[in-house]
Nanobody
Framework: QVQLVDSGGGLVQPGGSLRLSCAAS????????MGWYRQAPGKERELVAR???????NYADSVKGRFTISRDIAKRTVYLQMNTLKPEDTAVYYC???????????????????WGQGTRVTVSS
């Protein structure tokens, strides 16, 4: 019914940059908050950055000044520009979106969080 597909991860040297993308598709009425989370090996998943439908943003302290979240409402896409990457940024990054959609079985309006499949970011020399 609804899919989130995130991409853009890879291997980068410390100090380098990457741009992650996450596109939503399906029977969508509206997308509310969108965000990026990450999970490093042996650690819990944590919020990296979030953007509201009004464009308000908030960031984890560890990425403030280095990462920028943005969204293209028409393309139903959220981006995460990551600069000055550090080894401790290594993790699998997941996008999450609060989506109002049409249930294809009941045809009723529903709302829930959806997650992307994750994209791996490795920062290493």
């Amino acid at each position: 019914q609804v899919q989130l597909v995130d991409s853009g991860g890879g291997l980068v040297q410390p100090g380098g940059s990457l741009r992650l993308s996450c596109a939503a598709s399906g029977s969508i009425f509206s997308i509310n908050d969108m965000g990026w989370y990450r999970q490093a090996p042996g650690k819990e998943r944590e919020l990296v950055a979030r953007i509201t439908s009004d464009g308000n943003t908030n960031y984890a302290d560890s990425v403030k000044g280095r990462f920028t979240i943005s969204r293209d409402i028409a393309k139903r896409t959220v981006y995460l520009q990551m600069n000055t990457l550090k080894p401790e940024d290594t993790a699998v990054y997941y996008c999450k979106a609060d989506i109002t959609y049409r249930d294809t079985h009941s045809f009723q309006r529903q709302r829930r969080d959806y997650w992307g499949q994750g994209t791996r970011v490795t920062v290493s020399s």
